[in-house]
């Protein structure tokens, strides 16, 4: 059964750094774009990065422009999210995302993981 399993999430204090991973398994996710999302209670999921399936493509919400970055290991089927000067605005659950580009974009990705807790204090 296919699952994308997150971990890496935690509590840091404002101005820190966390490197979420997601890791893909069941299947190879290597022709699907990979992504994150996050969500915070009483608010819809949003967007926050994106990749290609091959990497070279990558996408960002301009709320994370220039701290957060998305990579991926393809051979390994694991993405990540390195998170830099993290505010508390940052607070959510981060999900994984894998599907086309354009179902990521629609904020309907084909598989989601189960999500990580980020508590960022001021």
């Known amino acids: 059964q296919e699952q994308l399993v997150e971990s890496g999430g935690g509590l840091v204090q404002s101005g820190g750094s966390l490197r979420l991973s997601c890791a893909a398994y069941g299947r190879s996710f290597s022709n699907y774009a990979m992504g994150w999302f996050r969500q915070v209670p009483g608010k819809e999921r949003e967007f926050v990065a994106s990749?290609?399936?091959?990497?070279?493509?990558?996408t960002y919400a301009d709320s994370v422009k220039g701290r957060l970055t998305i990579s991926r290991d393809v051979a390994k089927n694991i993405v990540y999210l390195e998170m830099n000067s993290l505010k508390p605005e940052d607070t959510a659950v981060y999900y994984c995302a894998a599907g086309s580009r354009r179902s990521l974009s629609e904020g309907a990705p084909n598989y989601w993981g189960q999500g990580t807790q980020v508590t960022v204090s001021s």
């Open positions: 990749i290609s399936w091959s990497g070279g493509i990558t």
